[in-house]
């Protein structure tokens, strides 16, 4: 099996640079050795490799900065989303590609289903639809796997920004008004491990698009209180600990782009082709922080 990893560098692309090769040979890519919005580039290292899979990591992903960069996030995400689908029905590959929850508006005020119509409220959002839109278009065959609020060790987070500002201030003031799951880069690459042995070996994982995510949901204000608790467990020095973090509104905390109310997503019809049950966002979330805290008492 050869696999085409685009975006390598990136939170997700480092995890699943580390677990894919146990699925054969993988040829990981960063942005600077593949831009996805260079098509010669692409056609080049298709030709070149001649993967049976690519999966693509790569994304414009600076969601407030995406307000101003409109160009830029649609370039990545929906124009070069459609240089890797149509590169990908031209040579018979599986394309697997990650979206996310800023997809929808978040008014509706149950779990979102792949059924529900999106509505993006962000220009991000957008881009990533506008993608989604052009692979299930292209003709290829694919996987996209809408996700949510990933934090793992790699790259910048969520997590590591209150860790930081928690040993930088003597309170915080969290958002407690969104809700959602924080979902882990390994249980991302954890999906997509299972889902191309489907693909290779009995070639039964329906095209199309599924949710992804943990059970359960919180808030940032929710997670930033239990990655607290772990520090403080952990004995991370911090001047700001849990019992600091004040709940604030989305009103109080107003950013260059809008974030939806409700990130939650229905995940039902990915568990029906998982041979596991996704974990409670506690446990996953676990798992991430731990490497987190210990990362930063090395550094
Ligand atoms: N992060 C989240 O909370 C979240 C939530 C839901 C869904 N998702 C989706 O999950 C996927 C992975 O996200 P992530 O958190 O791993 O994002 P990330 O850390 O920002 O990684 C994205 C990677 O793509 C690279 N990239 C950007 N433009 C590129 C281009 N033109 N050609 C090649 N590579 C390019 C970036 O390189 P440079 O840094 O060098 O530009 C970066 O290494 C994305 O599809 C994202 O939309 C993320």
């Given at each position: 099996m050869k696999i085409l990893l685009l975006g390598a560098n990136g939170q997700l692309g480092q995890e699943l640079n580390r677990t894919l090769p146990a699925l054969g040979e993988v040829m990981a890519c960063s942005h600077a050795e593949v831009d996805i919005t260079d098509q010669y580039s692409v056609i080049e290292v298709i030709h070149n490799f001649k993967p049976q899979v690519i999966v693509n990591a790569?994304?414009?992903?600076?969601v407030d900065q995406a307000e101003s960069e409109r160009n830029m996030a649609f370039r990545v995400n929906a124009e070069a989303t459609g240089i890797l689908a149509k590169e990908a029905a031209r040579h018979d590959i599986w394309l697997i590609h990650y979206s996310t929850d800023?997809?929808?508006?978040?008014?509706?005020p149950r779990p979102y289903t792949e059924a529900d119509s999106p509505g993006p409220i962000n220009i991000y959002g957008e881009s990533k639809l506008a993608g989604e839109e052009i692979i299930a278009g292209s003709g290829c065959h694919y996987l996209i796997f809408r996700t949510t609020w990933v934090i793992g060790k790699d790259g910048n987070n969520f997590a590591k920004t209150i860790l930081r500002l928690a040993t930088e201030k003597d309170s915080l003031s969290i958002i407690n008004d969104q809700f959602g799951v924080p979902t882990s880069p390994a249980l991302i690459a954890r999906v997509t491990i299972n889902a191309i042995e489907a693909i290779a070996i009995a070639r039964h994982w329906p095209v199309g698009l599924y949710h992804l995510a943990p059970h359960g949901e919180t808030t940032w204000y929710g997670i930033a209180k239990t990655l607290l608790q772990f520090a403080e467990e952990a004995q991370f020095p911090l001047t700001a600990g849990e019992s600091s973090l004040q709940p604030i509104k989305t009103a109080d905390y107003p950013t260059p782009a809008k974030r939806p109310a409700n990130s939650r997503l229905d995940t039902s019809k990915l568990e029906q082709q998982l041979p596991f049950t996704l974990p409670h966002w506690q446990y996953d979330f676990f798992v991430a922080a731990e490497d987190i805290i210990k990362s930063y008492k090395r550094a």
């Open positions: 790569a994304a414009y992903t600076a800023y997809v929808f508006d978040g008014f509706k």
